[in-house]
């Protein structure tokens, strides 16, 4: 962490890691750990699991809230378990395993097995070439090129604030590149709108659902359509055709379980935070598109709604479509993805088969400690 950087230029991940040091020197009897992981490197998370740990054996009360099973066996004597705002178990952690907890959440049996379709595809249909970005004289994005190819997770690894934001704004069009060059289906869209881009096929689902992926005040079925409002299924001479507005939100409600008050005119601000990332994976996956970037598609998501997700990139990737997923989630990027690389300090440093590789050795290149030619 740069000490000199103000708190409102840091990002999520970054100001979480502020809060855990905050956390660490303060003098505390009781310390509630809100997802304070979900930003460290395997090894990273191993120190602070220690730190929990000794916290305890010094006679401090720890309170964990997490989404991370597993952490929960690794430090917890007792789980409190939640559904839709009520209590529905309280267990001894050695008597459940993660299977258990995980069904007492959702209330039903839920898979934790990814199962893969073998897919083998030559073809590209996205490409990046040494690109480069800026932020005033800072460079972020350095010389980075890699491709995906059609029916292919390419799964994008590293400690928050590496440049993983910065690459997206810049392949969606948000933020300006210095000099590369970004093809989709072999055309060059590197000097392309946003709209541009998404007519020619990319889809985007945002790392920050409230601030780039819905707008809050809207109903959710103009929210389902707003990128596609100027089309002629919404519109006919300027005039927006309700009717179809609210049908094809129907539909979507419907296929892809949107949970809300009053269906289709709910106001989005009043869902919660999966069903409203439900409704941009719906917008998302049901225009035409041929590559999704995917930002941090399972933030802050049950194990349910985790399970929906990657149901959803999964059949992208079964229909051939390219998948770019950016994920600070290790388990997910392993579980998903068909090769990995490792983003440090804007450069890609490794290149991964998550089939031949840890998470233990991912760490390594996501904290500096080891990288490679790409």
């Excluded at 790392?207 to 100027?230: A, H, P, T």
Aim: charged share 25%; net charge negative; with cysteine.
């Amino acid at each position: 962490l740069n000490l000199d950087t103000l708190i409102k230029n840091l990002t999520v991940g970054q100001q979480q890691r502020v809060e855990i040091l905050k956390m660490l020197y303060r003098d505390a009897d009781i310390l509630i750990f809100d997802e304070p992981t979900a930003v460290l490197t395997p090894q990273e998370i191993e120190e602070l699991m220690k730190i929990m740990r000794n916290f305890v054996k010094e006679g401090k009360t720890i309170m964990l809230i997490t989404h991370k099973l597993n952490e929960i066996k690794a430090v917890a004597d007792r789980v409190t378990i939640l559904r839709r705002g009520q209590q529905v178990g309280v267990h001894n952690v050695s008597d459940v395993t993660t299977q258990d907890m995980a069904d007492l959440m959702v209330g039903r049996n839920v898979s934790f097995e990814v199962s893969k379709k073998d897919i083998k595809s030559t073809d590209k249909v996205f490409e990046v070439q040494a690109l480069n970005v800026l932020n005033g004289d800072q460079h972020i994005i350095k010389d980075v090129s890699f491709e995906v190819n059609k029916g292919e997770i390419v799964g994008i690894a590293g400690i928050d604030g590496n440049g993983q934001s910065e690459c997206v704004y810049a392949l969606t069009g948000m933020m300006p590149i210095a000099s590369g060059n970004v093809l989709l289906n072999g055309e060059e869209i590197t000097q392309k709108s946003i709209r541009q881009r998404y007519e020619k096929g990319l889809s985007h689902i945002p790392e920050d659902r409230q601030k780039y992926g819905v707008v809050l005040d809207f109903d959710l079925q103009s929210n389902l359509m707003v990128q596609e409002y100027y089309k002629q299924t919404f519109q006919n001479k300027g005039f927006l055709k309700l009717d179809a507005i609210k049908t094809h939100a129907n539909q979507l409600i419907e296929q892809f379980d949107i949970r809300s008050e009053q269906g289709a005119t709910t106001t989005v601000r009043s869902m919660s935070g999966g069903n409203q990332q439900k409704a941009i994976v719906a917008r998302e996956m049901t225009k035409m598109h041929e590559l999704l970037i995917a930002v941090q598609p399972t933030r802050g998501l049950d194990v349910g709604a985790i399970e929906y997700i990657h149901s959803q990139l999964l059949k992208a990737r079964e229909e051939h479509k390219g998948v770019l997923l950016f994920s600070l989630e290790l388990d997910e990027i392993m579980k998903l993805s068909d090769r990995i690389l490792v983003m440090y300090e804007g450069e890609i440093v490794g290149s991964f088969d998550p089939k031949k590789t840890t998470q233990q050795e991912l760490g390594l290149y996501m904290s500096g400690a080891k990288r490679g030619h790409v």
